[in-house]
């Protein structure tokens, strides 16, 4: 569907923005232009030295800045809003700053692909914005809602918004596993472990962009799309990492969860599952379009689910064993 299309990512000099421009560039028929768009120009120079196609453009520039966006999104067809302040930690103590680039950011990115008549647009949420105790959740809560809402904002523009919510992505810059790498690197006696108890959703980076690019083809507007993927024991992560090395417990980080969340139970009622998937519908009827959600944009049918369903980390079904992790967490070794 990007045939010929000009596709933007905010954020794209990221794990996820690096991953989505490097599968589009490689498939059968590519997009007409790529714009990358980030605020640190150094990032961009280096991420220039590797993706130097013909169809690629850089903008420098931040989403809390409205102008600077309505100008990269000229002529742009779709768009990946990636960028965001996502570390828990610095969030509790900078909450403004968080604030600004996660809630007016977003609202500058829907305003901006509105007035351009961009036609798609997915926002990248995280399991934190589901029942959020921290403030990086609140604020991608906030960001969810905005964009689903936007639906309605573009009343007869035919621009349409969706969010995809997914958990922890293997390897990720910030991310536990570079953490434990280094650690075992630098020749650690023992690895930290905030509580013996902790699970985690895990899912790679292809993964992830797979599932961006299929619900492009799949949304019709105001859905938050949540895959089923496995989840993790964080102590089997780290003796999948390194066999034998000790673990030291050292209590959860300020705005930490011990379990994840993507589908609250709260949701149940308004949510759908697909065969890899579940869809949560927009509690608020749109003004301008009666949409079917259980039928989706590619033709995949979908069924409620029990009103006592949700979907946490601790309670799914799936569970990594060591050697699955291992495996996922360097898939280039035989």
Sequence with gaps: MFDNKAILITGGTGSFGRKFIRTL?????????????????LKQFEMQ??????????????????DRLRQAMRGIDF??????????????????ECIRTNVSGAENVINAAIENGVEKVIALSTDKAASPINLYGATKLLSDKLFVAANNIAGGQRTRFAVVRYGNV????????????????????????TDARMTRFWITLEQGVDFVLKNFVRMRGGE?????????????????MAPGLPHKLVGIRPGEKLHELMVPLDDARMTLEFADHYVIQPSARFTNVDVDFALDGAGEQGRPVGEEFEYRSDTNPHFLG?????????PDVP
């Design 170 to 193: 293997v390897g990720s810059r910030g991310s536990v596993v570079p953490f434990f790498e280094r650690l075992i690197r630098d020749g650690a006696t023992e690895l930290p472990i």
């Design 322 to 330: 060591l050697d699955e992790i291992a495996a996922l967490n360097n």
């Design 224 to 240: 938050v799309f949540v895959p089923k993927i496995p989840s993790i024991r964080i102590v089997d992560l780290a003796c999948a």
């Design 25 to 41: 560039l490689a498939s059968e028929r590519p997009p007409r232009r790529v714009v990358v768009f980030s605020r640190d120009e």
């Design 49 to 66: 030295q590797e993706f130097n196609a013909p169809s690629m453009r850089y903008f420098l520039g931040d989403v809390r800045d409205g």
């Design 79 to 96: 768009v990946v809003h990636a960028a965001a302040l996502k570390q828990v930690p610095a969030a509790e103590y900078n909450p403004t």
